[in-house]
């Protein structure tokens, strides 16, 4: 499982910044929707 808080939502890359416990993590949107992964922020 995944945790983290979201730090800001850039459109116009179309990714989200997250802000974790190893430090900020970019994530591609539609990688994710690609890959079906269900995060809990």
């Known amino acids: 499982k995944f945790v983290g808080a979201i730090g800001s939502v ?3 890359n179309n990714s989200v910044e997250l802000v974790t416990e ?3 993590v970019m ?3 539609e990688l994710i929707e690609k890959a079906n992964l269900v995060a809990d922020f």
Request: no cysteine; aromatic share 0%; hydrophobic share 35%.
């Open 22 to 24: 190893l430090g900020p």
């Open 27 to 29: 994530l591609d949107i």
């Open 10 to 12: 850039s459109e116009t």
